[in-house]
């Protein structure tokens, strides 16, 4: 079964940091594009990061441009993202996904709960 | 705000259709065949059901259905059953990223 499972979420103070983990099974991780998508409470998806296959390259959101940093290791197919000078609005469940055909998705996984609070 | 407009809620009774819109721009849903929907049953992973407008994943009953008119898509859910109470998330290409509507809250009555 193709799966994924997020880790590493928790409280943090703003300002702070926290590194994010996806661990894939059940597919070839390396032969595919992976995502963080964000969740904030209340509100709809929101695309957060991209990696190619090679890490030759990294796309983000406007909102985390400078502060998130997406990596992954093919040799232990895991997904990570990095997060750092957090703020209150990045507070939400965190998502990672593998990029399919015709732009979609999947599978995702249950995500990992970041509350970033004083 | 979402980029893409989705009903807050929707219902039906069991065995009944519903319809759920997605309503966006040129820039994204009227410009590219590129919608997907996500069925989201709260704590659990999403879930693919439709992509490239109409096309289910293998496994995804076809009581689950997609279309597009203009900058509107939709996705019907016919012969309604209780485990597809869900919210349910549409996306769009949208010519560099992947933008989403607000998601809906479909309950079984």
């Known amino acids: 079964e193709e799966q994924l499972v997020e880790s590493g979420g928790g409280l943090v103070k703003p300002g702070g940091s926290l590194r994010l983990s996806c661990a894939a099974s059940g597919f070839t991780f390396s032969s595919f594009v992976m995502n963080w998508f964000r969740q904030a409470p209340g509100r709809g998806l929101e695309w957060v990061s991209t990696?190619?296959?090679?890490?030759?390259?990294?796309g983000y959101a406007d909102s985390v441009k400078g502060r998130f940093s997406i990596s992954r290791d093919n040799d232990k197919n895991s997904l990570y993202l990095q997060m750092n000078s957090l703020r209150a609005d990045d507070t939400a469940v965190y998502y990672c996904?593998?990029?399919?055909?015709?732009?979609?998705?999947?599978?995702w996984g249950q995500g990992t709960v970041v509350t970033v609070s004083s | 705000q979402s980029a893409l407009t989705q009903p807050p809620s929707a219902s039906g009774y069991p065995g009944q259709s519903v319809t759920i819109s997605c309503t966006g721009t040129?820039?994204?849903?009227?410009?590219?065949?590129?919608v997907s929907w996500y069925q989201h049953h709260p704590g659990k992973a999403p879930k693919l059901m439709i992509y490239?407008?109409?096309k289910r994943p293998s496994g995804v009953p076809d009581r689950f259905s997609g279309s597009k008119s203009g900058n509107t898509a939709s996705l019907t859910v016919s012969g309604l059953q209780a485990e597809d109470e869900a919210d349910y998330h549409c996306s769009s290409y949208a010519g560099s990223n992947l933008v989403f509507g607000g998601g809906t809250k479909l309950t079984v009555l």
């Open positions: 040129s820039s994204d849903v009227g410009g590219y065949n590129y």
């Open positions: 990696i190619s296959q090679k890490s030759d390259f990294m």
């Open positions: 490239e407008v109409s």
């Open positions: 996904a593998r990029e399919v055909g015709g732009w979609a998705r999947s599978p």
